[in-house]
Structures are given as C-alpha cells and as structure tokens.
C-alpha cells in the first residue's frame, strides 16, 4: 500500500464530510449572524436514527429519509423556538444558548440510543477501487462526489437562485430585508433546513464507513467551524477548504501522529483566528 496515496484518499473522503458542515454553518451564519454550536448534532441525530430503525426492521431507505427528516426538524426548530424568540439577547449569549442545545441533544441521544458506536450497511457495496497503491471503497467514492456536489450545489444556490439572494440579504440588514417584502422567518427556517439536510446528509455517506455514537455532534461542528473558518465564513470557499482541512488532517495522522491530530488541527484554528483579528480595530469588525 502507497501511504501517500491512501493518505490522499481518505483526506478527501473527510474533507468531503467538512465541506458539508462548513457550508451548512456558513449559510446558518450568514442567514442568522449566529454560530450554532449545535449543527453537528443534525450529523449525530441522523446517524444514530437510521442504525436504530436498521435494527427495528425498517427498510435502509425509508430509514435515510426519516433521518434526514428529523435532522430537518431538529434544526428548523432550533431556530423557530429557542434563537428567533430571543433574537433581542445578545450574540455571544445566544452562542452559548445553542451549546446548550447541543449538550441537551447528547443526553437525549445517550439515552435512545446508549453508549455504543452504532453503524449501518453501506449504501453502495464491492471491491475496493485500486488507483496507484491506495484503495478507495465504492462508498467512499460515493462520499467524495456526492458531498462534494451537494456543497457546491448549496453554494451555487446561495449566489444564483432568488430564494438564495434573499437569504443574504437576512443576514446583511434582516429590517431592510424585510421592508422590500422578504419573510424574514421564513428565510432563516429554509436556511436553516438547508444546513440540517447538508449535516445529515454527511451522516449517510460517512457512517456506513465508521460508526456513530452520541458524542459526535460537537467533534464534527468543531471540524465544520474550522474549515468554515478557513472559507472566512464565504460559502464558496467551503468545499476547498474543508478539502484542504481532511487532507491535512489525513498527512498529520499518517506521517506525524494519530494521536496529535486533534492539537495540530486546533492549533491551526487559533492561528486562523489571530490571523483574521489583525483586521479588527477598536471595537470594530469585518464583516463575513
């Protein structure tokens, strides 16, 4: 086996799963002006539903799209019932507020679905694809391309359609917004929905090649905060870098250490947040 090629590989199968996330905390932001520190429970919500409907019986199909369903749900409500009636609390609270959510949804899912890593069958199976000494498994290939369209497609959607331009125009000036005629409400719910389909979305491609437990939410918004923190919060800019973030991820891991994957990867997010600070004088900030 080439470790350089296989590093390659599973860089990209990783940093198709952070484009995704990126993308989906880059739009909630950009809609909002709020981090949800809660969006990676959409990918945890997602995983453990459709292991625990395999193991009753239901079909994996139906069991996906009552999945993502439910991912949906999870984060339109966030948004309709704990930030949008506390949109006159200030920011840095209502950050926290989505923390606690977070926390909130881990104890529910420990309690539904237990301690132990789950999974599910994969949804395309076969012999691993052989390309210069690296093996890449049909679901992964699957997970490179799919995640990285529908990230592109969210992006594209956001520039081009004229749903997508009203959804930045919330998130420039919601009062202006809502003078020309926007549903403000339900501009955030779509974008927020958006952002729950793309995190559930990274949780039916990635979980059929590993396991999901109840934790996994916060790891992945971290992942997904440092890559869109890479794409200084641009949607365009999340695919390539959370590409850039899973292959570096992936060479930290096979040529320094497994164990010292998580510090380096933190250290590069303080590094990129004194490195955007630069541009803040006397109170003032840049805008996303």
């Known amino acids: 086996m080439n470790l350089f090629t296989q590093s390659i590989i599973s860089g990209l199968m990783a940093g198709a799963v952070y484009a995704l996330l990126a993308v989906g905390l880059i739009i909630t932001f950009r809609t909002s002006r709020i981090l949800n520190l809660a969006y990676g429970e959409t990918y945890a919500i997602t995983g453990l539903t459709v292991a625990l409907l395999m193991n009753a019986g239901v079909p994996l199909w139906l069991a996906i799209a009552v999945a993502l369903a439910l991912a949906v749900a999870f984060s339109v409500a966030l948004d309709r019932f704990v930030l949008q009636p506390r949109s006159h609390w200030p920011i840095p609270m209502l950050i926290l507020v989505t923390l606690g959510v977070a926390f909130v949804s881990r104890g529910v899912l420990l309690v539904l679905a237990g301690i132990d890593p789950l999974s599910f069958p994969r949804l395309v199976a076969g012999k691993p694809l052989r390309w210069f000494g690296g093996a890449l498994p049909?679901?992964?290939?699957?997970?490179?391309?799919?995640?990285?369209?529908?990230?592109?497609?969210?992006?594209?959607?956001?520039?081009?359609?004229?749903l997508g331009k009203q959804l930045r125009a919330c998130a420039a000036n919601p009062d202006a917004a809502q003078l020309l005629g926007v549903n403000v409400g339900r501009a955030r719910a779509i974008a927020f929905g958006i952002a729950g389909l793309l995190g559930g979305l990274a949780a039916v491609l990635l979980v059929p090649l590993t396991s999901v437990d109840f934790q996994a939410g916060l790891a992945m918004t971290l992942r997904g905060f440092i890559a869109a923190a890479l794409a200084?919060?641009?949607?365009?800019?999340?695919?390539?870098?959370?590409?850039?973030?899973?292959?570096?991820?992936?060479?930290?891991?096979?040529?320094?250490?497994?164990?010292?994957?998580?510090?380096?990867?933190?250290?590069?997010?303080?590094?990129?947040?004194?490195?955007?600070?630069?541009?803040?004088?006397?109170?003032?900030?840049?805008r996303a």
């Open 138 to 162: 049909p679901q992964g290939l699957l997970l490179i391309i799919a995640g990285i369209a529908a990230a592109y497609a969210a992006t594209v959607f956001l520039a081009t359609t004229r």
């Open 232 to 286: 200084g919060m641009v949607p365009a800019r999340g695919v390539p870098a959370g590409l850039c973030l899973g292959l570096f991820e992936s060479f930290v891991s096979t040529y320094v250490d497994a164990l010292a994957q998580d510090p380096i990867v933190f250290l590069v997010l303080i590094v990129i947040a004194l490195w955007q600070s630069r541009r803040i004088r006397h109170g003032g900030g840049v």
